[in-house]
């Protein structure tokens, strides 16, 4: 194993973590650039371990401690979160570091033990709780069900630093530790890529947390989450911000047309609707399930106002690829969309009907029938198409 070597990322802490640059399935979501795992040291007077890694790569959260501090020197460690990504080497860690005291969430001590045997006690704190590491003081806010019931926030009051597990993180492996050393764009995608796919059904929570965090008073020189590149400086009011607009979900002009086609029937229909969207005022961003992933949806999704879907029918069915999108969006429950379902068919043409039910339990607002065509769509079909763009775009407006 390579001597890795630990990134001080302030005054007596150091991240410890370990870089996944091959990983691109995150249960579902498509992770395109790799991920991070991170863990972090504090080295106070009980030196504190913040989170572990995923399973495959406890040697390289070990060596990356042990180029600060002997690994059996642990005094305490702290999991904020249960998700394997973060403590898939607990119990081995554990094992191998004796700490004198594990601390989880309530709910983290119950998830910690129902996911691995550990003999050893880990003991639960709730919101409120502080823990003296000696010279330094751990304060917990538990953050249930952003995005799991055992989430828990740590706060070390001396350095104002914020560990926020999957919160304000995202997917993306790079050398760069702070986001500040990252590009602006790349951060506001991959930030909002990871929003949509993991946290946008946990909106209203998030949008409570904020507002908790904020009449907290609590000042943040750092915030270090467990996935992506730590945050210091203005690049934490601006990440704030920005989960703030996209829990809030406000409509916007776009709208977002997810498709897939058998023999181009429906793809002609979606490019005709994407016409009167387009005459309507609408921006558009058009994606072909056969050459696209269902996180992207998730992403063009954020900050839009309408989804409108479309897909043939194979053998009575919905076609596969769109059942699967579909099934997707309805889990990630995005607010506050318009849409319309639509679809070409030879004989039976059961899919615009499937796809209108997929956008009615998904909560978005249909302006229309299912618009169905039969075989390849003429100069009249098209016309309906343009027209259905036109009316979406009219709801949009009503909307904004
Ligand atoms: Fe990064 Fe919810 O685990």
Redesign the pocket.
């Known amino acids: 194993m390579p001597g890795f070597k630990a990134v001080k990322i302030t005054e007596d802490v150091f991240w410890v973590g370990a870089i996944d640059w091959n990983i691109r399935d995150f249960h579902g979501y498509s992770t395109h650039r790799g991920s991070t795992y991170n863990a972090y040291l504090i080295l106070a007077d009980k030196i504190t371990l913040v989170d572990t890694v995923k399973a495959p790569f406890k040697e390289e959260l070990m060596s990356r401690i042990s180029s600060v501090i002997d690994p059996k020197k642990i005094d305490i460690i702290i999991s904020n979160?249960t998700?394997m990504?973060?403590s898939g080497c607990l119990s081995e860690i554990i094992r191998e570091t004796e700490p004198d005291k594990v601390y989880a969430s309530v709910m983290g001590v119950k998830g910690l033990n129902e996911h691995f045997s550990i003999e050893k006690e880990i003991i639960p704190l709730k919101s409120g709780d502080e823990l003296s590491l000696g010279n330094m003081t751990l304060a917990f806010t538990e953050t249930r069900m952003l995005?799991?019931p055992d989430s828990m926030f740590s706060y070390l009051k001396e350095r104002k630093l914020l560990f926020s597990q999957?919160a304000f993180g995202m997917h993306m492996a790079s050398d760069e530790r702070f986001a500040d050393e990252l590009p602006a764009d790349l951060l506001e995608f991959e930030g909002a890529t990871y929003y949509a796919n993991i946290l946008l059904p946990y909106s209203q929570l998030v949008l409570n947390l904020i507002e908790k965090l904020k009449a907290s008073g609590m000042q943040l020189e750092t915030v270090a989450p467990?996935?992506g590149p730590v945050w210091r400086g203005q690049g934490i009011s601006h990440i704030i911000g920005r989960y703030q607009d996209w829990a809030t979900q406000k409509p916007t002009m776009k709208a977002v047309i997810v498709y897939d086609t058998m023999w181009k029937s429906t793809e002609k229909m979606a490019r005709a609707i994407e016409e009167g969207l387009l005459e309507g005022g609408a921006k558009v961003k058009s994606i072909h399930m056969g050459a696209s992933h269902r996180s992207d949806v998730a992403f063009e999704l954020l900050e839009s106002g309408a989804f409108v879907a479309g897909a043939p029918t194979l053998n009575n069915n919905l076609f596969p690829s769109m059942a699967d999108v579909l099934t997707y969006i309805k889990g990630l429950k995005p607010k506050n969309l318009v849409g319309a379902a639509f679809g070409s068919y030879g004989w039976s043409g059961e899919s615009a009907a499937q796809v209108d039910a997929y956008l009615k339990e998904i909560g978005v607002e249909t302006v229309a029938e299912p618009l169905k065509i039969k075989w390849v769509p003429n100069a009249e079909a098209i016309e309906k198409c343009r027209q259905l763009g036109l009316a979406i775009a009219s709801k949009m407006k009503e909307k904004m």
């Open positions: 979160h998700e990504d973060h995005h799991w999957d467990d996935h």
